[in-house]
């Protein structure tokens, strides 16, 4: 693989900007750089590294500041991050502007891969090359001590670690590049072993995890920490076990079948999950011992919204992910803190989250049936959506564990302070191209009046390290035991939802965990992954087949009305088997040594 991009030089007095906070952020020089004086002073290499982050982390929203692009996860315009759209969470509400649409439609190809989704594939080869820059070079920072220089090397490891991860889950195997070249040399790195891969991520958060705090003061949140690092050692793993990866053959055999060893490990084996439960329970652990946790606050265990738009006392649910560096977020991408994504409607998130209804000029996303079924009742029983419809959608709704209502707007539901009340229902103004019969709310502030908000742009959470302990453990046991049971219910628990029954098989509980991480980790770019690595895209209704929405009527005259609801089918999606895995870009490819994955060619 001739990965020129990796040297071309680093321009440093280009968007000194980092994925931290501001604090961090204006430690950018105001004379440009090269790479001999990044190491003349501390400073300097402050300086540098802020480049780094800035280029290493990826977003879940879309920034649409294309003069800035590191901060575009993708080259489109809406929906709140790259996977909402393309699973069975949501669909996009406008799709001429939707790139995600060509994922539902079969149409993703090797010459379209980087704008309908991995818009960040070029940059990192970029960030490669900085972070073995700095690994090189730190010893010639004179006025550097050793702890400081630790803690860099430390914080560029996690950064290279985070990136393999990125593509590890994208494409399999990927060329292993820890090296600086000169300019001119004919760089030839081919793909590594899907299990290389693997252990050169976890090799270097290994080394990484001994010199990184646990949690910085405020004006340096959004580094790298120890906790971020273990968590990210947890998802790997996590994913290494799963079944599109631990398995004697690939969903879909390479070209050559001796090259399948890029795409898993050739073999399965249980203890592979054993390895996935100690991390998780490791970084759980040391992230409660460090102050981090569930928000799981007394007086705001019964949260409660009215039809009539009124707020009642804040959900933990909805507190977890609206409010700012609270104590369950491990880690944040921080470029959204930048003067301008604040000010500048066209870099603010939330115009391509709200739907055009609410006051947006792009978007939204509607959830369809298809995933609110899997919303529980407040007792923990399975919800049944008749085929015929009915008539007490507003009674339905309000029977629903109560995440339900704080990931999404329905019909009389509260909204935002400039749209209270959701008139979801035919005739009301919120219900064009609502094709789900829901509209999307997390991540957008019950106070917004307009699009200019800096949202929390979570990488990693504490509920994520819980539901990956469960399923680990459930699938390394016979039977699921009694610290599976706990890791899911202290999740269940905090939202007021009723524990799993007890006696379970490792078959039902698996159900139970895999149902649990759709709705906690709801429309935080888990579910897009999850069924894939699960190997379910292709059932009916996940990535492929009929998807469902609501369609609602308006009966009787106020203040008496009541609402009908009818299930309906609005879109017909495709998944081919070779969409596993991303391909690689045929620009790439055409190089001549990198293999492309199967049914790509």
């Not at 990826?58 to 996860?73: E, L």
């Not at 947890?234 to 398995?247: F, I, W």
């Not at 690595?533 to 009929?546: Q, S, T």
Request: with cysteine; charged share 20%; proline share 6%.
């Amino acid at each position: 693989m001739k990965k020129t991009i990796l040297i071309l030089p680093v321009i440093l007095c280009l968007f000194i900007i980092s994925a931290c906070k501001k604090d961090f952020l204006d430690k950018a020089p105001g004379v440009d750089l090269t790479e001999d004086n990044v190491f003349l002073t501390k400073a300097d290499l402050e300086s540098f590294l802020a480049t780094v982050y800035k280029y290493s982390m990826h977003s879940n929203f879309r920034y649409r500041d294309q003069g800035n692009i590191p901060f575009s996860q993708v080259n489109s315009t809406d929906c709140i991050h790259p996977s909402s759209s393309i699973s069975d969470e949501g669909d996009a509400s406008e799709a001429n502007f939707v790139n995600n649409n060509r994922w539902n439609e079969g149409l993703v190809l090797p010459s379209n891969i980087i704008n309908v989704e991995d818009f960040r594939y070029f940059i990192r080869w970029i960030a490669m090359r900085q972070i073995a820059l700095v690994i090189n070079r730190i010893d010639e920072v004179p006025d550097a001590d050793e702890a400081f220089k630790k803690q860099v090397v430390a914080e560029v490891k996690f950064l290279r670690a985070l990136m393999y991860m990125e593509m590890l889950k994208r494409y399999g195997g990927v060329p292993i590049v820890d090296q600086m070249f000169e300019p001119g040399v004919a760089v030839d790195v081919p793909r590594s072993s899907f299990e290389d891969c693997v252990k050169f991520i976890i090799k270097n958060l290994d080394e990484a995890i001994p010199n990184l705090p646990p949690i910085y003061s405020a004006s340096q949140t959004g580094r790298a920490t120890s906790v971020a690092a273990l968590a990210l050692k947890s998802e790997v793993l996590l994913y290494a076990a799963s079944p599109q990866y631990n398995t004697a053959a690939p969903v879909l055999s390479m070209a050559n079948p001796a090259d399948n060893k890029l795409i898993c490990y050739g073999n399965y084996d249980v203890n592979r999950w054993k390895l996935a439960a100690d991390a998780a329970k490791e970084a759980l652990d040391f992230a409660l011992a460090n102050g981090y946790g569930l928000i799981d606050e007394p007086n705001n265990r019964s949260p409660k919204e009215l039809d009539n738009g009124t707020v009642g006392p804040l959900g933990n649910y909805r507190a977890s992910w609206e409010t700012p560096n609270n104590k369950e977020l491990i880690l944040m991408f921080q470029g959204g803190q930048l003067a301008g994504g604040i000010t500048n409607i066209g870099n603010a998130p939330l115009t391509f989250i709200n739907p055009a209804c609410f006051g947006s000029f792009w978007s939204g996303i509607s959830v369809p049936l298809n995933f609110i079924r899997k919303y529980e009742d407040t007792l923990g029983q399975v919800v049944t959506w008749d085929v015929k419809g009915g008539p007490d959608l507003i009674a339905k709704y309000r029977s629903l564990d109560p995440r339900f209502k704080q990931t999404v707007a329905y019909t009389n539901s509260y909204y935002t302070a400039r749209d209270p009340i959701a008139q979801i229902y035919s005739g009301g103004k919120d219900y064009v191209n609502c094709k789900g019969g829901v509209w999307l709310r997390k991540y957008i502030p019950r106070n917004a009046t307009s699009g200019n908000f800096v949202l929390n742009d979570v990488l990693f959470r504490v509920n994520e390290l819980y539901l990956n302990y469960a399923e680990a453990l459930n699938e390394f046991s016979a039977a699921p035991p009694a610290e599976a049971y706990a890791a899911v219910n202290a999740i269940r628990s905090r939202s007021k939802m009723p524990n799993l029954p007890e006696g379970l098989s490792k078959e039902q509980f698996r159900e139970r965990v895999r149902n649990e991480i759709a709705v906690e980790m709801a429309a935080d770019d888990h579910r897009f992954w999850d069924v894939k690595r699960w190997l379910l895209a292709e059932d009916e209704g996940v990535m492929k087949g009929n998807f469902e929405g609501l369609r609602i009527n308006r009966v009787g005259t106020a203040p008496n009305y009541t609402y009908s609801w009818e299930p309906y089918t609005f879109e017909t999606r495709t998944f081919n088997r070779n969409m596993y895995l991303h391909p690689f870009p045929q620009s790439e490819v055409l190089k001549g040594n990198l293999i492309q994955n199967p049914g790509w060619q």
